[in-house]
């Protein structure tokens, strides 16, 4: 059974920087691909970035150039590195990893943008 954890949401202000962690049962490399998505109340779950086993990454227009997804030296970890964060990225985050035909989600970590 795949397990993936997610971890490091908390408030911040306008302007800051948070770390998400995505702890998987798995090594990274086995998945297919991995990505973070968010879901703000009263709106549908987003896509925020992917990234695939080769490396190729891919972002939502709205958090280019601000937000990071990589998985570093860890095996087993995703991390997503938000920078300059604003009040309407603020939703509960969730890690997916998709292995072979299965998609696999975390149970969310809520990050909240507040002066």
């Known amino acids: 059974q795949v397990q993936l954890v997610e971890s490091g949401g908390g408030l911040v202000q306008p302007g800051g920087s948070l770390r998400l962690s995505c702890a998987a049962s798995r090594f990274i490399f086995r998945f297919n691909a991995m990505g973070w998505y968010r879901q703000a109340p009263g709106k549908e779950r987003e896509l925020v970035a992917t990234?695939?086993?080769?490396?190729?990454?891919n972002y939502a227009d709205s958090v280019k150039g601000r937000f990071t997804i990589s998985s570093g030296n860890a095996k087993n970890t995703l991390y997503l590195q938000m920078n300059s964060l604003k009040f309407e990225d603020t939703a509960v985050y969730y890690c997916n990893g998709h292995l072979d035909t299965r998609d696999y989600w975390g149970q969310g970590t809520q990050v909240t943008v507040s002066s």
């Open positions: 990234i695939t086993s080769s490396g190729t990454t």
